[in-house]
Nanobody, 122 residues
């Protein structure tokens, strides 16, 4: 069973950048498909980005496409989310997730981190 811990969140002005990290332990990181999700205040958790086991395949929610890059370092057992040109509507708790299937659906993931808060001020 893998444990996931997010970090890198914080308060940033609109137009700024943040790099989130998701550190894994307790499992074989390279076996898992990975994803980032977020929950904005008062809303459900939604998909942000996905990355395959090798990192060769990625896809993004339309709302972040072109501004966000997902990546992973299997040797370091860490996944990243580089976020640029941040907007106030990006304010949310960001979660990383791991699973055997992996997709844009929360149900495809078996393991979740506790989340890291990202706040974008206007």
């Amino acid at each position: 069973q893998v444990q996931l811990v997010e970090s890198g969140g914080g308060l940033v002005q609109a137009g700024g950048s943040l790099r989130l990290s998701c550190a894994a332990s307790g499992g074989t990181f390279s076996n898992y498909r990975m994803g980032w999700f977020r929950r904005a205040p008062g809303k459900e958790r939604t998909f942000v980005a996905y990355i395959s086991r090798s990192g060769g395949t990625t896809y993004y929610a339309d709302s972040v496409k072109g501004r966000v890059t997902i990546s992973r370092d299997n040797a370091k057992m860490t996944m990243y989310l580089q976020m640029n040109s941040l907007k106030p509507e990006d304010t949310a708790i960001y979660y990383c997730a791991a699973g055997d299937r992996g997709s844009s659906y929360t149900s495809a993931y078996d393991y979740w981190g506790r989340g890291t808060q990202v706040t974008v001020s206007s």
